[in-house]
């Protein structure tokens, strides 16, 4: 049934001294420290850094680990194309804290930000941007042909994950503060943001959480949010924790001299993208550089195409496969991985034992996310800006390149999200999709209606102008969890 009037999620519990985490690189319990935060809010011209520490995109957070004053790409920094400078600007428009976008209707109905409008946003308190509205927001649409199940839930507008149900209540929530997070770093530094919300979580049937702060750490939590273990390499967009329990997790490292590397001509330094392999307590098995992978490989022209500011790869991507499908297609064998790489626009498997890509593929998307294996082999990938400048997800065949299903933004259902989104295939057949930067979730059946919407709550601005970034969506199925963890839900 389709509902008249939202069910509103509720808005994720905010601890007393508004202890309530903010993050997305180093993370621990809370202390009930800074109770009296009030971020500024801005909009920062075609992209450009506000301040000259904004520019800085250099992690501060694993001081130990911190490479030197320069950071990667510097040698190689271009000015930004028109477009570039387009998507920039709109993703760096709202509070000053977390992840935000204009929201879709306010975009729609052409509010115009104005001095007085910004001068007046700036001395709004921190809670106002997380007032309920009355209009459409929370689960909108809910039919009796979604997958059952719950939905694991990440915001950008702080560092918490939500336990849902299908209809929207909130059952229970996982919150944490950074250990050395500073609100006012934050508000000035690119980087600081990226320690106010998780960038992603995987939640155990015991109620244990993972989560990534991007591109500082990534933290074990207990169901009550206390900290079991960090592990501070760069943990950056994606995990994944396979049948055996092992957690492979993207990091990676300043690599001050690349061109030492073989065939590979850009100077240093760059962001050179790994895969750790650590045990479920957190030590680390395995380490592989996707530089090397590449470099090493017959796929190592890709890299030709690579942008030149530092950041080669982008890796946005890690999914172990587990050889189920080998027979139709040997090159998903068990202990490879199949990424994503934006910056070149193509995805890959590499074997992480023989440390070498095996497989790649370009040409039917731009800024990809999210490739996954699905029934028969077949992929699904969320493509973000390769239909026409809007996204759309596609199903296809990697052997012969024959797209067997698609949703595809239209007149009248638009789809896009400039950077993050994400589609999963759920087990009846239908697709989760997360339309990230607008902040929406929606499930469709293979003939393209939408049984269940989501929208996110978490707004910004006296009028909601803002909403907070939907980082992921995860549907679990309704016997996942165990019964002394159920035993303990609101």
């Given amino acids: ?48 850094a506000p301040s000259s520490s904004m520019a800085t995109a250099t992690p501060a957070a694993d001081a130990a680990s911190a490479p030197a004053p320069e950071r990667p790409g510097a040698k190689q920094a271009q000015a930004p194309s028109p477009q570039a400078r387009q998507r920039r600007s709109a993703r760096r428009v709202g509070p000053a804290l977390g992840l935000w976008e204009r929201a879709r209707e306010a975009r729609q109905r052409g509010d115009a930000m104005d001095r007085e409008t910004l001068d007046e946003l700036a001395n709004l308190p ?10 459409d927001e929370g689960v909108v649409v809910i039919d009796q042909a979604a997958q059952p199940g719950f939905n694991l839930i990440v915001s950008g507008h702080a560092a918490e994950a939500a336990l849902c149900e299908l209809g929207g209540r909130v059952l229970h929530h996982w919150s944490l503060e950074s250990e050395d997070y500073s609100a006012e770093r934050a508000a000035r530094r690119r980087g600081e943001r990226n320690k ?62 690349p061109d030492a590397l073989q065939g590979f001509a850009q100077e240093g330094p760059i962001w050179e993208d790994q895969v ?14 996707l530089l090397e992978c590449f470099v090493g490989s017959d796929y190592a022209s890709l890299l030709a195409g690579a942008r030149r500011d530092g950041d080669v790869m982008h890796t946005n991507t890690l999914e172990i496969l587990d050889g189920r499908y080998a027979d139709r297609y040997p090159v998903f064998g068990k202990d490879r991985a199949l990424i994503s790489s934006p910056t070149i626009n193509a995805i890959a498997v590499v074997d992480l034992g023989r440390r070498e890509v095996v497989w790649a593929m370009t040409g039917m998307w731009e800024f990809q996310h999210e490739p996954s294996l699905v029934d028969g082999g077949r992929i699904l990938l969320f493509d973000n800006r390769g239909h026409g400048g809007d996204s759309k997800v596609i199903e296809f065949d990697p052997a012969t390149q ?24 759920l087990e009846n057949g239908n697709t989760l999709i997360v339309e990230s930067t607008q902040g929406r979730a929606l499930e469709v059946t293979r003939a393209g209606e939408i049984v269940w ?35 303990t839900w609101d």
């Fill in 126 to 135: 921190y809670l106002s941007g997380y007032e309920e509205r009355e209009g």
């Fill in 402 to 425: 024959e797209v067997t299903w698609s949703y595809r933004s239209s007149p009248e259902q638009q789809l896009f999200s400039a950077f993050l989104g994400a589609s999963h295939r």
């Fill in 196 to 257: 106010t919300f998780f960038r992603r979580a995987y939640v155990y049937p015991d109620g244990d959480l993972l989560a990534i702060y991007d591109g500082f750490q990534l933290v074990r939590l207990d169901r009550e949010s206390n900290v079991k273990w960090r592990f501070k390499k760069k943990c950056h967009h994606d995990l994944f924790v396979d049948d055996e329990g092992l957690i492979h997790v993207l990091g990676r490292r300043v690599r001050r001299k």
């Fill in 1 to 48: 049934m389709r509902l008249s009037a939202a069910i509103s999620v509720a808005l994720l519990t905010m601890a007393a001294g508004f202890a309530v985490g903010f993050s997305a690189g180093a993370q621990r319990a809370f202390t009930g420290t800074d109770s009296a935060r009030v971020p500024d809010f801005r909009v920062e011209e075609d992209g450009a």
């Fill in 276 to 289: 750790f392999t650590l045990t479920g307590d957190g030590n680390v098995v395995r380490r592989v550089s």
């Fill in 453 to 487: 919407e989501y929208l996110n709550p978490h707004r910004a601005g006296e009028d909601g102008e803002f909403v907070a970034t939907l980082l992921d969506v995860v549907r679990l199925p309704p016997d996942y969890f165990d019964d002394e963890f159920v035993a």
